[in-house]
């Protein structure tokens, strides 16, 4: 997990990050409900913006297509103040978005095990990178891949499996409050 830079301290936004199957729509709208604010999906804008579904997107572009996409819109989002955002799984591959999350908000890795992924993911025929015939090969690949990532953007890790989004959901606000009031307490030292 990084340090909340002094910028993190005063941001209003939270953003989720993890790898699909891990809630962050699920649980990014119970905790803008929570603590009221907006919640943003960044896959729902991309597909709202190219009227295409992801899919259908990698399948035109490419993966780095629709990376290119994702960062561009990934900092518009993080530069809105007061919300709540699921970011898709991948965005933590590149340097520049994970300095955008880190830097503009607080970032909330949401954690499940590999076993847990496989389990909610196993009907989904929405994500590109898993319509394989080793699912579980496939997430186990992504997973170890951008687990390290994950936590170094992270600035609270929670974990999801389990657990109702609500309880997940509580769980970050309360991790947010000490972690504000720690912020606070560095900055008046």
Same mark, same amino acid.
């Given at each position: 997990?990084?340090? &909340? *830079?002094?910028? $993190?301290?005063?941001?209003? @936004?939270?953003?989720?990050?993890?790898? #699909?199957?891990?809630?962050?729509?699920?649980?990014?709208?119970?905790?803008a409900e929570l603590l009221h604010k907006q919640f943003q999906d960044s896959d729902h804008e991309i597909e709202a913006r190219t009227g295409? !579904?992801? &899919?259908?997107?990698? +399948?035109? +572009?490419?993966?780095?297509?629709?990376?290119?996409?994702? @960062?561009?819109?990934? *900092?518009?989002?993080? %530069?809105?103040? =007061?919300?709540?955002?699921?970011?898709?799984?991948?965005?933590?591959? $590149?340097?520049? =978005?994970?300095?955008?999350?880190?830097? %503009?908000?607080?970032?909330?890795?949401?954690?499940?095990?590999?076993?847990t992924l496989v389990k909610r993911t196993r009907h989904d025929r929405h994500r590109p990178l898993l319509q394989t015939a080793d699912r579980?090969?496939?997430? +186990?690949?992504?997973? !170890?891949? /951008?687990? &390290?990532?994950?936590?170094?953007?992270?600035?609270?890790?929670?974990?999801?499996? @389990? /657990? !109702? &989004? #609500?309880?997940?959901?509580?769980?970050?606000?309360?991790?947010?409050?000490?972690?504000? @009031?720690? #912020? !606070?307490?560095? +900055?008046?030292?």
């Open positions: 997990m990084t340090e &909340p *830079d002094e910028t $993190a301290g005063r941001a209003t @936004s939270i953003f989720l990050v993890g790898p #699909m199957g891990a809630g962050k729509s699920t649980v990014g709208r119970c905790l295409a !579904a992801i &899919p259908l997107i990698f +399948e035109i +572009e490419g993966e780095a297509g629709f990376r290119k996409r994702e @960062s561009a819109v990934l *900092d518009e989002l993080t %530069r809105q103040r =007061n919300v709540v955002l699921a970011t898709g799984g991948g965005v933590v591959l $590149a340097e520049e =978005n994970r300095r955008w999350l880190r830097d %503009r908000g607080i970032v909330v890795y949401l954690r499940a095990p590999l076993e579980r090969g496939a997430l +186990e690949k992504i997973l !170890a891949e /951008r687990e &390290p990532l994950y936590r170094e953007a992270a600035h609270i890790v929670v974990e999801t499996s @389990s /657990r !109702a &989004p #609500m309880t997940v959901a509580r769980e970050i606000a309360k991790k947010l409050k000490e972690l504000l @009031s720690d #912020m !606070a307490t560095r +900055e008046d030292a």
